[in-house]
């Protein structure tokens, strides 16, 4: 307990920072996943093509190495300067959404055929077809893995901490620069991350609740 | 893709649709050419900054850092899929205890994000007096993450055979544990075994966490031969590198997984599982963690 309160300065923000971290990120690759989504189902080859060889080198990818590139190399091609949080907005960013457009997908495979049918007879575009008619009921019906995919999100947060981010997954460094029992901390922010997931859990069953799709 | 989103394009929409492939073609070249263009501004292909894969030393070393990645994934994967077995035997156990302690440790190690893992036995345990090394804090990390959401994947192909499996066996005066091991397990893993193998893809891409406990893996080394002012910094060449062979080994292992999917749906030996609800009960018990994602 004396390792929480004598450090309460660095656990608040810290925290506060990957929660900061965990909802750019999420906006960021829900965004991008269902654009990534919409590619992958277009009737357009190319564009089917282009979102299948991102999803396939990104999923195939690990985060650590995602992060040690725009961290470590990205700044030697002097393109835009990025700080540190912003290279990890973009490398959490750059990852999910692999992740959500799949989730995505395979929601829109459980939409049924004819309510597109439906759709084209009414002499709907592609684009509003998808718009209108399939990602609404497709979002709600993918709910839950889509939440898992956020709290995969939250939990590789951390790797921020190991490249320079001030967030929860760094304040092991700050403690053992104090001088304070390491272990304990870690507990502490292990205790600190648990409380997140079950509220993201608590967050997912009551969406899925009231989202249900009757089909 | 089953699901048809759109008509099958006539005369007027082929045009268009040729029009965006050629607007998309465009635009992705684009993107390419900025970034290769910066690349190459910033001298990230000259000679110099990919000479050190020709050294011998560095091409042994780099065969070194992979057999090391390959190792801490090896000791992972068989260390987690004997957590999983009996995690998962332990969460469908009669004794109510039982089934409350696996609940616990599984849904416990599947909310703590690996790493926080990996710190706790590498900078935590030596508060305790005990001695770590890099490899066991990786290895104990992966196996406890990826042993508990194994167990899940087990417990789910375990809920998705014919209830007559068991009691067929029951008939034959099995016990608990003989049913279990000799006749429910083996056939959930041959069920699961395409679920398994694409967790054993997200333990294969977790060793690289290794990396941020000074494991001696495969990113390690491409950040250490990144920093050599000897051949120029090639941090970019080394990472871009790293990246390929990842995406080799996970692309081989993804492979593997098609292959013995294919292989069982021809077996006689394969069993019409409920595929539907195992896939559901897998979405319904994500809730702790993160089935679809891992670092």
């Known amino acids: 307990m004396d390792v929480l309160l004598d450090n309460l300065d660095l656990f608040g923000p810290f925290f506060l920072r990957t929660i900061e971290l965990f909802l750019i990120a999420a906006v960021g690759s829900l965004v991008f996943g269902t654009i990534l989504a919409m590619l992958r189902v277009s009737p357009v080859p190319v564009f089917r093509a282009v979102g299948t060889v991102y999803v396939t080198v990104v999923r195939n990818t690990p985060l650590t190495l995602v992060f040690a590139f725009f961290v470590f190399a990205y700044p030697l091609l002097e393109i835009v300067k990025i700080d540190y949080f912003t290279a990890a907005v973009v490398s959490l960013t750059v990852y999910t959404s692999a992740f959500i457009c799949e989730v995505v997908r395979s929601g829109i495979n459980t939409v049924p055929v004819g309510q597109a049918e439906a759709g084209r007879a009414l002499g709907l575009t592609f684009g509003q077809i998808l718009g209108e008619v399939v990602l609404p009921q497709a979002l709600r019906s993918v709910v839950p893995p889509l939440i898992s995919t956020l709290i995969a999100l939250l939990k590789n947060s951390t790797i921020a901490g190991g490249f320079s981010v001030a967030e929860a997954g760094a304040i092991r460094q700050y403690i053992s620069e104090r001088g304070d029992n390491q272990l304990v901390a870690l507990l502490w922010v292990a205790l600190g991350f648990i409380i997140l997931v079950a509220v993201l859990s608590f967050v997912q069953r009551s969406l899925e609740k009231r989202w249900s799709v009757a089909r | ?295």
């Open chain 2, 1 to 295: 893709m089953t699901n048809v989103l759109f008509d099958v394009p006539g005369p007027k929409s082929r045009v268009r649709h040729r029009i965006y492939a050629v607007i998309g073609i465009l635009v992705v070249v684009a993107l390419i050419a900025f970034v290769v263009y910066s690349f190459a501004q910033s001298g990230q292909f000259t000679s110099q900054k990919w000479a050190w894969l020709e050294y011998s030393q560095v091409q042994s070393d780099l065969v070194n850092a992979i057999v090391a990645t390959l190792e801490a994934f090896a000791l992972g994967a068989v260390f987690a899929l004997i957590f999983g077995a009996v995690f998962a035997a332990g969460r469908l156990s009669e004794h109510k205890w039982v089934r409350r302690i696996s609940t616990f440790i599984v849904e416990f190690f599947r909310a703590i994000p690996l790493l926080i893992l990996m710190f706790l036995f590498y900078f935590g345990l030596p508060t305790l007096g005990v001695d770590t090394s890099p490899l066991f804090a990786v290895v104990l990390g992966l196996t406890l993450y990826n042993g508990s959401v194994l167990a899940e994947v087990f417990r789910a192909g375990i809920n998705s055979l014919p209830k007559g499996q068991s009691e067929a066996a029951y008939a034959l005066g099995m016990r608990k544990t003989q049913v279990m091991f000799t006749v429910l397990l083996p056939q959930a893993i041959r069920a699961m075994l395409p679920t398994i193998i694409s967790q054993l893809v997200v333990l294969l891409k977790d060793t690289a966490l290794g990396f941020l406990v000074t494991y001696p893996e495969l990113l390690y080394y491409a950040r250490y031969i990144g920093s050599q002012g000897v051949f120029g910094r090639p941090i970019v060449p080394s990472t871009l590198v790293a990246a390929g062979i990842y995406i080799v080994l996970c692309l081989l292992l993804t492979a593997l997984a098609t292959w013995v999917e294919k292989r069982n749906r021809r077996s006689k030996k394969h069993i019409e599982t409920t595929d539907n609800k195992a896939e559901q009960a897998m979405l319904g018990n994500a809730a702790g963690g993160g089935f679809v994602g891992g670092a």
